[in-house]
């Protein structure tokens, strides 16, 4: 069978993998990817709401996708926020934060930090970005995942994992190495840690008002955006296999 054909096949069954679940879910979490441009952040979304890996994406302009689960025996409804990539300004160690960022950190409920190994400025980006959050949210508990993408290139490693450790340690949050491209498990375990520190967050609340519900959100909720950037890049692929 062809490329094409097999690609096809497999987006058809893309939402099949994750069953949706019949009743509406207790809890609804609200996850925001943070980070530099090209580490990554778009592929470990990718990786974590559908298992595959596809290396080549178009320009990220930020969207909002959902998956309905069950987490410690208590059904959720997750939404994973993409975003545009965070820079510094010149040499600063200031950030440059598109005003869709700002809306969509004041919406979240737990923070992604994705940088690669193979950029320290990527690296450089995540204190800065959060003293940024740390501005909109000063007194707010912020459960948080710090992610060392592209694993996988060591030799063309710029950032140790013990700068990974620390900086996560100085933040208050989880560490994680990972690669997007050959690390499926890392990947989901990462995310699934985090969703698991959200809930109980929530869970301690004890029905106070949950910050942010009163803004607009980011973006619908677009799995279908999600099936059609990967149906775009894998048929890009197939093209490119065919003329070798």
């Known amino acids: 069978p062809s490329l094409a054909a097999g690609t096809t096949a497999a987006l058809k069954n893309l939402v099949l993998e994750y069953p949706v679940l019949d009743c509406v879910p207790n809890k609804i979490i609200k996850l925001v990817v943070l980070g530099g441009s090209s580490v990554g952040k ?28 069950t987490i410690d025996g208590e059904q959720i409804s997750l939404q ?31 923070f992604v930090f994705v940088y690669s190994i193979t950029e320290y400025e990527s690296y450089r980006v995540i204190r800065p970005l959060y003293q940024h959050i740390r501005k909109i949210h000063p007194n707010a508990n912020i459960p948080l995942l710090l992610m060392a993408n592209k694993g ?4 063309a490693r710029q950032v140790s994992s013990k700068e990974g450790l620390q900086l996560a340690s100085e933040l208050g949050g989880t560490y994680y190495e990972v690669s997007a491209r050959e690390n499926c498990e890392g990947v989901h375990e990462a995310f699934q840690q985090l969703c698991q520190e959200v809930s109980r967050m929530i869970g301690s609340c004890n029905g106070e008002k949950r910050r942010g519900l009163h803004l607009v959100r980011p973006k619908s909720p ?23």
């Open 80 to 110: 994973v926020q993409d975003t545009p990539f965070v820079s510094l300004e010149d040499d600063t160690d200031s950030i440059c934060c598109q005003e869709q960022i700002n809306r969509s950190i004041y919406w979240a409920d737990g």
């Open 222 to 244: 677009n799995m279908q955006d999600l099936k059609r950037r990967l149906k775009q890049a894998l048929t890009s692929k197939g093209k490119s296999a065919t003329t070798l």
């Open 152 to 155: 996988d290139l060591l030799r």
């Open 42 to 69: 778009t592929a470990l979304v990718v990786r974590f709401l559908t298992k595959r890996f596809i290396g080549d994406y178009e320009a990220n302009t930020g969207a909002l996708y959902s998956r309905k689960f």
